[in-house]
């Protein structure tokens, strides 16, 4: 219709003329083509035209050629039909009536008037193992539509695509539907489709090995059961599951199984695998009790109070109402068996029934076991007691209150009630020569001196109080004995040596009597009373002393010195004196005081010999009167008691001291001297006589080497006689030979001999000798 319009305004162009006309007719044929092309229309295969006319719409599908007259439609519009797919589809709605509907695929839709689509989607592929849960949004219901399929819903259904579950051989599904709230088990291997209202837990089995079990209760009714192994074990829907595992049990192992329910306890022993029942609990496993054949256990039933020893050998499986009697070994339980005492020939063991009281003795080769309720009464087995031939042992019969000795050589086994008194055995008492045995009576408590030469064993009511040595006195000694009703005895060692002495060189002392000490004084002042004497040496002996004095001008002096005194009367002297050495001391310091005092110092210094000599002599009678005998007393030094008086008397003493020295020392050059010249004229002596002796030795020496030479030489002439008959020759023949030893004398120096023709009769011959 355009190619037309453009060549008629074109025809119309050349004629300049017309050009009013044909403007007119121009514009009348745009007009008739516009109107044409709005009123036809070309539909293709996929199109379609609305028309939406005056009152309604028409709906024209292609393909094909649509006229439609002018001013009869409102508009009219060309659109593309609706393709969809093999897996897709559409929703329609219709406005004219409201309702809705699917057009699936594969297809090309054509909408009707008044369609309008709602919405595009693609159907659900659903697998064999997919399933689409399809709900009714009028309804409400829902349906399952299990796959392998290609699922389009309705217009009223919505679908939701879910994989099926997949169970192997150990899972299970616990499936409850929501509307009865009714819950049932699948178990796989499979594969779980869901209803409609079903949902579902996925869990897995209890794996059970044929030591395993699981325990089963009913969540409704509480109700319990065991499910041993070996299975696969899958709940049903109210139960609830525990694992266990079945207790192994070797042939020495067992426990304890207690029923809650009832209470009664049992005891399961190996070898075995042990399962509980629904309500029963188990203790821990414990080792049977193995028993050898020296071994034992005490048992006790809490049930019954029933005791009993089991012994072995044997293997002890504890029932739940045993209990073992814990030994007790130092304060603490113990859990081990107890050994059975084994005894040897020499041992024994005592046991004490903790019941009846009653005490039995068991003597070995045996193996002894002990009672329910016995107990050893000495801890353990015990030794017999080896008495030697020189022992023994006091026993006490404890239910007779009997004592009995028992020597030697024996073996002691103690009986029910005997207990060993004195500490153990005892070792008899070697009476002899010089031992004695002093011996109490318990019975009597009388003393009595075993003398008799035995192997002394006390009896039953006989207590050793003392082994007493034999008391041996030299010839210069005595000692004081107190008898029993209190007197002095006084034995010396030799006869006539003491008045009132018993002479008695040995002996035992008598019962109830006692050697009798005296406390002397001891140091040089006597200052100390605390020297005990019980031997008293009757020899004269020296004692020193030391003490001061004044002198007649006041000079204070320490005098040193010794008593040389013996005890000549013993009796006396225990009569009269208690320190006999304090006593003598005392008397003679206040003698030296008393003459000291009525001289000066330099008459002290000049007369001391005489003043002890006064002392000495002035009260023999006062010694003689304690029994001792004073021989002689010598002051051996003195020395000023003040410091200054001292100095001086030192400086005194040192000069006489020096002058005496001096004295000496020239006295002593002198002999020096005289022993220095006495030394040369002895000196020169025996020069003169080694002179002499050298000489006559030389003049032997001489004639000695003179006569073996003429030895020589006449043997030498005397033994070539029967060869050399002339004299003459042999003695020149002797002079050859000499000459040879001086030349070879000569040339073991380092000379140069020259022989001429006339020394030698045959050749002449030069000989340089080496110097060695």
Sequence with gaps: GSSTAAQACGGYTGAMDGLSIGLGTCLGGVALLLIGKRSTFALGKDEQLRVEKMTDVKIHNGPGLVFMLPCTFRSAKIVKAETIGTLNYVKI?????????????????????????????????????????????????????????????????????????????????????????????????????????????????????????????????????????????????????????????????????????SGEQTTVKGPCVWFPDPYSQASAVHEAIALQDDEYIKLKDMSSGKRWVQRGKALVFLEPTWKIDFPIVKGKESTLARKAWVLKKYEYVRLLDTVTGKVTSHRGEATVFPGPDEQPLDEDKMSSLDLKVNEYVKVLDQASSEIRVVAGPDQLFLGPHDRILGGGKQT???????????????????????????????????????????????????????????????????????????AQPAFFLPPYAETVKLRWSRGRRREKRDLFIERFDCRAQYMS??????????????????????????????????????????????????????????????????????????????????????????????????????EVLQQIIQETTNRMNRLSQAESE????????????????????????????????????GTAEADKVAAFIDGLAGNVPHLSDRIAMWQTLRKTEALAVVSNGGATLYFTPSDVNLSIETKRAEAV
Excluded at 219 to 239: D, I, L
Excluded at 440 to 466: C, D, H, M, Y
Excluded at 589 to 606: G, N
């Design 428 to 502: 008899a008492v070697e009476v002899d020569e010089e031992h004695a045995v002093l011996v109490r009576n318990k019975s009597t408590g009388q003393l009595r001196l075993v003398t008799e030469k035995q192997l002394f064993v006390p009896g039953p009511e006989e207590a050793i109080e003392e082994v007493r040595n034999l008391i041996k006195l030299e010839e210069h000694e005595a000692m004081i004995i107190k008898t029993m009703d209190g007197q002095f005895k006084y034995f010396i060692g030799s006869e006539g040596r003491m008045p009132g002495a018993i």
């Design 670 to 705: 002198n002999e020096v001297k005289l022993f220095k010249m006495q030394g040369t004229i002895e000196q020169e002596k025996l020069n003169g006589s080694l002179l002499d002796i050298q000489q006559q030795y030389r003049q032997a020496e001489a004639k000695v080497a």
């Design 93 to 261: 709605f219709d406005s004219t009536s409201g309702s809705e509907r699917i057009e699936r695929g594969p297809k090309l839709l054509f909408l009707q008037a008044y369609d309008s689509i709602v919405e595009r989607k693609a159907a659900l592929s659903v697998t064999s193992t997919q399933y689409v849960l399809v709900e009714d949004s009028l309804t409400g219901k829902q349906t399952i539509v299990k796959g392998p399929c290609v699922w389009f819903p309705d217009v009223q259904e919505r679908g939701v695509k879910t994989s099926a579950v997949i169970l192997s051989s150990m899972e299970y599904l616990l499936v409850t539907d929501e509307q009865t709230g009714e819950k049932h088990v699948v178990r796989g291997p499979g594969i779980w489709f869901p209803e409609a209202r079903q949902t579902a837990s996925k869990d897995t089995g209890i794996s059970l090995s044929s030591t395993e079990y699981v325990l089963v209760e009913d969540q409704r009714t509480g109700e319990r059961k065991v499910h041993r192994g070996p299975c696969v074990w899958f709940p049903a829907p109210m139960e609830k599951g525990s694992k266990g595992a079945g207790v192994s049990l070797s042939s020495t192992q067992y426990l304890t199984v207690e029923d809650k329910l």
């Design 545 to 646: 002393f030391e003490f001061n004095c004044r002198t007649k001008d006041n000079v204070e002096l320490v005098l040193e010195g010794t008593f040389f005194w013996e005890v000549i009367n013993l009796p006396l002297m225990v009569r009269t004196t208690g320190d006999t050495s304090g006593d003598i001391c005392n008397h003679a310091r206040s003698q030296f005081i008393k003459h000291v005092a009525r001289v000066t110092l330099k008459e002290f210094m000049d007369d001391l010999n005489i003043i002890s000599n006064k002392v000495y002599e002035a009260d023999n009678e006062f010694y003689e009167s304690r029994g001792v005998k004073v021989h002689s007393l010598e002051v051996t030094g003195y020395q000023c008691a003040e410091s200054s008086t001292s």
